[in-house]
């Protein structure tokens, strides 16, 4: 009788992989010890090991970010606005904005707040690092009377037992608005529609732009040019392509 051959046995594949590669750390970590290694001096070792190997990682794709269009925007705020919760109105509009990520938004303390200024202190945000975003003068008013409604609370947006808000129970809120109005929103959504307004509207450059927003490198500041592409560009385009007779 003739066997055929069955497909092949993934996880059987996989353990193989992972128990080389556990073997593979084991036998380095032995050379460390031996060595006598330490954090720099591993990291100098593991770097020139990369170089010597060539090893680099697989460039990953970029995807465009999913903002709200105009009408998805203002449908979402009027929703808000009628649920007449103070708390949730400031906070989703504060979302966009400063375009603070969620977890800086819930670590914002009523200390970091200079409201003459207009501008507000995140520390510790993405990659540890402090840095300072802006609001408007108009919204500096609603936070006053925010704060002086709530004299004796540390964080700007505390629970009924006097914590800070946790990143889930934020993504919760900004969902509940979102399916009352029929869009696909989360709390990143607003810090995307922020960068994208500001990049078509502002001027400021991506230098500036990089302050503000937080980003690392300038670089990722690019994705939103592809996304905010200026109403005046998108009419020169079609008025282009009107004189063309094809």
Known sequence: MKLTKGPPDFEAQNGKAKSQKARIVADIARIVRREGLDYLGWRYVAKKVRQV??????????KLPRVLNSDEFRRF?????????????????????????VSELCKIEIADIDLDACKIRINSGKGDKD???????????????????HPRSRWLFQTRR???FS????????KVYA?????????????HQAITWLTRHSGLADAELQLITG???RETLAIYQH???DGDLEAKYQQTMRNLEL
Not at 167 to 174: C, E, L, N, S
């Open 53 to 62: 190997c060539e090893l680099r990682p697989a460039k990953k794709g970029r």
């Open 77 to 101: 705020y009027v929703a808000v606005d009628q649920a007449d919760n103070v708390q949730h109105a400031l906070m989703l509009r504060l979302l966009f904005y400063t375009a603070v990520r």
């Open 131 to 149: 840095r300072y975003v802006l609001f408007g003068k108009s919204f500096a008013t609603a936070l006053r009377t925010h704060i002086a409604a």
């Open 162 to 164: 006097n914590g800070k």
């Open 167 to 174: 990143t889930r129970r934020v993504q919760q809120i900004v």
């Open 179 to 191: 399916l009352r109005t029929g869009v696909n929103a989360t709390p990143h959504t607003f810090r």
């Open 215 to 217: 980003h690392a490198r």
């Open 227 to 229: 996304v905010a592409l």
